[in-house]
């Protein structure tokens, strides 16, 4: 159960890891080629605000879920590692 209960968290880590920094580097990389390809300045004032945004979910998604994740498999293991050494007096 244990070794499930890793792999699927280490799972989950890598996909919104993956997934954020693929939304960050296709928004960037979109952002660049409108303003170069364009060549309108008024672009970016009127994006700005949307691009920051995006950027922002896909940083806080990218570094926040590995890093919970990480600590909820610290928890869970630590759980399971501590929960067959209770204090039992074995009936008497």
Request: proline letters at 1%; aromatic letters at 6%.
């Amino acid at each position: 159960m244990r070794s499930n209960l890793v792999g699927a968290l280490d799972w989950l880590s890598h996909w919104v890891f993956v997934g954020a920094l693929t939304l960050f580097l296709a928004v960037n990389l979109a952002a660049v080629a409108a303003v170069v390809i364009g060549r309108d300045r008024r672009i970016v004032d009127r994006w700005t605000t949307r691009w920051l945004a995006t950027n922002l979910v896909a940083l806080g998604a990218g570094a926040g879920v590995p890093l919970l994740v990480s600590l909820v498999k610290l928890i869970v293991l630590a759980a399971l590692a501590g929960g067959g050494s209770g204090t039992h007096s074995g009936g008497k």
